[in-house]
């Protein structure tokens, strides 16, 4: 079994920063592409940021310049520091991560359970 934990959400004002984190644990044989996706309230989830197992990234037009996807395969975590955070970045961030989780070696997506970023003054 494999889980997804992420970690440092909270509440930030208008201009600061933030990092999340998201570490798997469990029966994990190789991880491909991670990353991140968030849900607003009323709205539906969005891809935030991607990397790759070769270290590629890509961003939604939102997060371009503002936020920075990376990774540490030998702690099999994905982070995003989130920079000059507006209140419109308010938001259930979700960690992602397409995973071989069994000797079957297929690749299978991984969902963490959400943190909470919360920007307001």
């Known amino acids: 079994q494999v889980q997804l934990v992420e970690s440092g959400g909270g509440l930030v004002q208008p201009g600061g920063s933030l990092r999340v984190s998201c570490a798997a644990s469990?029966?994990?044989?190789?991880?491909?592409?991670m990353g991140w996706y968030r849900q607003a309230p009323g709205k539906q989830r969005e891809l935030v940021a991607t990397?790759?197992?070769?270290?590629?990234?890509s961003y939604a037009d939102s997060a371009k310049g503002r936020f920075t996807i990376s990774r540490d395969n030998a702690k099999n975590t994905v982070y995003l520091q989130m920079n000059r955070l507006k209140p419109g970045d308010t938001a259930v961030y979700y960690c992602?991560?397409?995973?071989?989780?069994?000797?079957?070696?297929?690749?299978?997506?991984?969902w963490g359970q959400g943190t909470q970023v919360t920007v307001s003054s």
């Open positions: 469990g029966s994990i044989f190789a991880i491909d592409t």
């Open positions: 990397v790759t197992s070769g270290g590629a990234t």
């Open positions: 992602t991560m397409r995973a071989v989780v069994d000797p079957t070696w297929r690749y299978t997506e991984q």
